[in-house]
C-alpha cells in the first residue's frame, strides 16, 4: 500500500493527489452540510415574511429587509475577494487563517446566501393552497414547516442543493489561497504554474467526475423523492 | 353556529382598493347547509375564510361556536380551527404522498396516537367510499376521487362545521352531483353544519337549506332556498336561478305567439312542491271564454322537492283574463305577467304592482 502511496503519477505522489481529493471533500462537504443549514434558514425566512408569506404581519417586514439585502450584498462579492476578507473573521472562529478547516469560514459565508436563493425558489413551489389548507387544518408554523412545506418541495431542494455543490466545488478551488488544499488548489500550483500539463488534465477529469458524480446523486435522489407527483 | 355581523373589509392594492365585503351579515344556523352564491369576485371567498380567520375583518365581528373570533391566537385559534373542516376547489392535497397520510395529516397535528390515526382514517375512508384507495398516491386519483380524499381528511378530527370552497366548481357534472350527495350525507348522518361558497347555482339547488346571493362585496338577497328560487327579487338572483332553471319562453315560439290576432296575456306560473292541490292549467282550460297555450315549460327537482315553471299564452277577453289571473293568485300558484319586446326580443317581467287590466 505504501509502495502505492509513495509512486508518482504525473510527478506527484499518489498519496498528495488522494490526499487533496480528501481535502476537496472535505471542504464540499462539510460547506454544504452547515451552508444547507443556515441556507435552509435564511430561505425560510424570506419565504415566510415575505408579501403574502405565512408569517407576514407576524414577524417584522425589517427582518425580510435584512435577510433579502444580506443575501445580495454576500452573492455579490467573488469568491477570491471574500476569501481575504473576511480573514479577521476567520481567524476569531477558527483561531487561524490556514488550512482546509479555515477555509470553511469563507467557503459558508459565501456559499449559504447562494443556496438560499436556490432553496428559497424551491419553497416557493410549494402551492399557496397547500399552506392554506394547512394553516385551516391549525398547523402552526413548525407543522407547517415541518408537514407540508418541506415534504412538498423536497424533491427540487435537493437539485437546488446539487447546484449548490458544484458551486461550492468551484469555490473551494480557491481554497489553496488560504492553504486549505484540494484538487483545485492542485491543479493551479502543481499543473499550472510547474506547467505540469498532464497532471492538470487529470485533475480537471477529476472535478468533472466530481460534478458528474453530484449530479448523478442529486438528480436521483431528487427522482426518488418525486416519484409520485 | 355561525355569526357573521357587519363585516366589512377592504383590500389595498397598488392603486385601487378592493371592498370585498361591505356590511356583511349572515347567521348560519346549527345543523342546516348554507350556500352563498355570487360570482366571480362577488367576496365569498374572503367571506368564508373569516370564519376560519385566514382572514380578518376590517370592521364587523365573527363568532363561531359561540366564541368572538377577534381575540383569538395561537393555541386557542389551532383549537378552533380544528373544529372548522376545509375543503378546496383545487383540493390542495399532498399530490406525492398517499391517500392515507394526507387524511391522517390533521390527525398527526394534535399528536393522536399512530392506533387512533389508524382507526380513524379508516372510518372516514370507509365513509366517503374510497377504503380500497388508501395506499394510492394522491397524484393517481381522478378528481373526483381526489375531493373525496379532501372531504376525509377535513372530517377526520370530527369538526363541528365544514367550509366548502367551491368545492365542485373544477368537477365534471356527475362527479359534481356525486360529491354533493356526499356532502349531503356528511350534513344528515354526521350532524355537521356546512357553509359552502359556489357560482354553481345547481349546488345551491340540490343541497342548500338556505342561500345568500353576494354581489360586488354585499349579500343582496337571503333566505331559505325555496322561497329565493320561487321569487327571486333581485336582478343578478335571477340570473343566478335562470341557470339551472329555465324560466324563459323558447324563442323559436316567440312568432307564434306574436301571430296571435285575438287580445292575449303571457303568463308565468310556477308551483313549488304540492303548495298546490288543484289542476290548475286543466281548470284554466274548462273556463269559459278562455284559450289556454303552453308556450314555455320547465320541471326541476328543488331540495328534494319539484318546482314547476310553466309560461302559459292566455287568449280571452279582458274579463276572462281577469278573472283567470284571480283564480290563479287565489289556487297558491306563483304568477307572474310577462311581456315580449318584440324589437329586442327581450322578455321583460311586469311587478304585480303595475300590471294594468287592459295589458
Known amino acids: ?229 | 353556529m355561525i355569526r357573521i355581523t357587519e363585516a366589512s373589509k377592504t383590500f389595498h392594492e397598488k392603486s385601487t382598493e378592493v371592498h370585498a365585503l361591505q356590511n356583511v351579515t349572515i347567521h348560519v344556523q346549527k345543523g342546516e347547509i348554507y350556500g352563498i352564491v355570487g360570482f366571480s369576485g362577488a367576496g365569498k371567498s374572503t367571506l368564508i375564510r373569516l370564519v376560519n380567520r385566514l382572514e380578518t375583518p376590517d370592521t364587523g365581528t365573527v363568532e363561531v361556536a359561540g366564541q368572538n373570533l377577534s381575540s383569538l391566537k395561537g393555541k386557542k385559534l389551532s383549537a378552533l380551527r380544528r373544529k372548522i373542516g376545509m375543503v378546496f376547489q383545487q383540493f390542495n392535497l399532498l399530490d406525492g404522498k398517499t391517500v392515507f397520510h394526507n387524511v391522517s395529516l390533521p390527525l398527526i397535528l394534535e399528536h393522536r396516537s399512530p392506533a387512533e390515526i389508524e382507526k380513524r382514517v379508516a372510518e372516514v375512508l370507509a365513509f366517503v367510499e374510497l377504503s380500497d384507495k388508501r395506499d394510492a398516491y394522491v397524484s393517481q386519483l381522478s378528481g373526483g376521487q381526489k375531493q373525496r380524499v379532501g372531504i376525509a381528511r377535513a372530517l377526520a378530527t370530527n369538526p363541528e362545521i365544514l367550509l366548502c370552497d367551491e368545492a365542485t366548481s373544477a368537477l365534471d357534472p356527475q362527479t359534481t352531483e356525486s360529491i354533493l350527495k356526499l356532502l349531503k350525507r356528511v350534513n344528515r348522518e354526521m350532524g355537521i353544519t356546512i357553509l359552502l361558497i359556489t357560482h354553481q347555482m345547481q349546488v345551491i339547488q340540490l343541497i342548500c337549506d338556505r342561500v345568500a346571493v353576494m354581489e360586488k362585496g354585499r349579500v343582496v338577497e337571503e333566505g331559505p332556498v325555496l322561497e329565493v328560487f320561487g321569487r327571486p327579487k333581485e336582478e343578478v338572483t335571477k340570473r343566478f336561478v335562470r341557470t339551472v332553471i329555465n324560466d324563459q319562453v323558447p324563442e323559436t315560439f316567440y312568432d307564434t305567439i306574436r301571430a296571435e290576432s285575438r287580445h292575449y296575456r303571457l303568463e308565468q306560473l310556477k308551483f313549488i312542491g304540492d303548495t298546490v292541490n288543484e289542476p290548475v292549467i286543466a281548470n284554466l282550460c274548462r273556463r269559459p271564454g278562455l284559450e289556454v297555450n303552453i308556450v314555455g315549460a320547465n320541471i326541476s327537482p328543488l331540495q328534494g322537492t319539484i318546482m314547476s315553471v310553466f309560461i302559459l299564452q292566455l287568449i280571452g277577453e279582458t274579463e276572462a283574463l281577469r278573472s283567470a289571473e284571480e283564480y290563479i293568485d287565489a289556487s297558491g300558484a306563483l304568477r307572474q305577467r310577462l311581456m315580449i319586446d318584440w324589437e329586442s326580443r327581450n322578455i321583460t317581467e311586469i311587478p304585480a304592482g303595475k300590471e294594468r287590466t287592459d295589458g
Open chain 1, 1 to 229: 500500500m505504501d509502495e502505492f502511496l509513495n509512486s508518482k503519477i504525473f510527478g506527484i505522489k499518489w498519496s498528495r493527489l488522494l490526499n487533496s481529493c480528501g481535502q476537496t471533500l472535505y471542504m464540499v462537504g462539510w460547506g454544504l452540510l452547515i451552508g444547507t443549514v443556515l441556507g435552509l434558514i435564511l430561505a425560510l425566512i424570506l419565504v415566510l415574511t415575505r408579501k403574502g408569506g405565512v408569517l407576514q404581519g407576524r414577524l417584522p417586514r425589517v427582518l425580510y429587509l435584512v435577510v433579502n439585502t444580506y443575501v445580495n450584498v454576500i452573492r455579490s462579492v467573488p469568491f477570491v475577494i471574500l476569501l481575504v476578507t473576511i480573514m479577521p473573521l476567520t481567524r476569531l472562529i477558527m483561531g487561524t487563517t490556514i488550512g482546509s478547516t479555515a477555509a470553511l469560514v469563507p467557503l459558508v459565508l459565501y456559499i449559504s446566501p447562494y443556496l438560499a436563493r436556490l432553496l428559497e425558489n424551491s419553497l416557493l413551489e410549494c402551492s399557496p393552497g397547500i399552506l392554506e389548507a394547512a394553516q385551516a387544518m391549525g398547523a402552526n408554523i413548525w407543522q407547517i414547516i415541518r408537514y407540508f412545506l418541506m415534504p412538498e418541495t423536497l424533491g427540487s431542494m435537493v437539485l437546488a442543493l446539487t447546484t449548490g455543490a458544484i458551486g461550492l466545488l468551484g469555490a473551494s478551488a480557491m481554497a489553496g489561497y488560504v492553504g486549505g488544499g484540494g484538487v483545485g488548489d492542485l491543479t493551479l500550483t502543481y499543473g499550472y504554474e510547474k506547467m505540469n500539463t498532464p497532471l492538470m488534465i487529470l485533475t480537471v477529469v477529476i472535478l468533472v467526475a466530481f460534478v458528474q458524480l453530484i449530479q448523478f446523486l442529486g438528480g436521483a435522489i431528487s427522482g426518488k423523492l418525486r416519484a409520485h407527483r
